[in-house]
């Protein structure tokens, strides 16, 4: 239910304001079982306490549909364009998703002067792969395992070795754990009771 919802406030909230390309609505339909597979091996790898970062969350997949799959796991998700974070924002009231958190800033700003303590970090269509490890370790506490969707052309491509993909169905995911490379003492914890 919360996955139809979530696809009627895309459409409609498109109408008016850009947030997701209407010349790929015909690809709707592939980005939300890959942000539905991917919400669900965080599901399944999850730990109590758990938490999920998604950086560059654009119209909301995978995020917004990780936080319907994991209803007790916090996700918290940058996005730089503000016309995008109003619309995450919508979503996560409407829904509601309570556990769902928004943030509208840079992750370069972001990483600058805060930080999440977070199992789980994603990235889908962000910036290349090779950018986007150095960007997630400065965004983290300590460690957390990071997931962005591939093609299988970026697996050819990108020559990405076959252990670092995790593999459901026709979706394909590099994973990767990682560590934080910035130390988080002169930084501040951002959290669902932070905000």
Partial sequence: ALVAQYIDHLLEYNEHTNVYSKSAYAHLPFHVHDSLTLGLIISESR????AV????????????LIAAVNPQTPVFAIESKSRKTRFLRQVASALPMHNYVPLTCNVHEFSRSSYCDVDFLTAKAFKPLDEVVPIAQVCIRASALLYVPVSQAQVRDLSLPEQQLHRRGKYIYFRKAIKASRKSSTRQAITIGSL
């Fill in 47 to 50: 730990g109590q306490g758990s």
């Fill in 53 to 64: 970062l998604d950086l560059g969350s654009g119209s909301g997949l995978p995020s917004a």
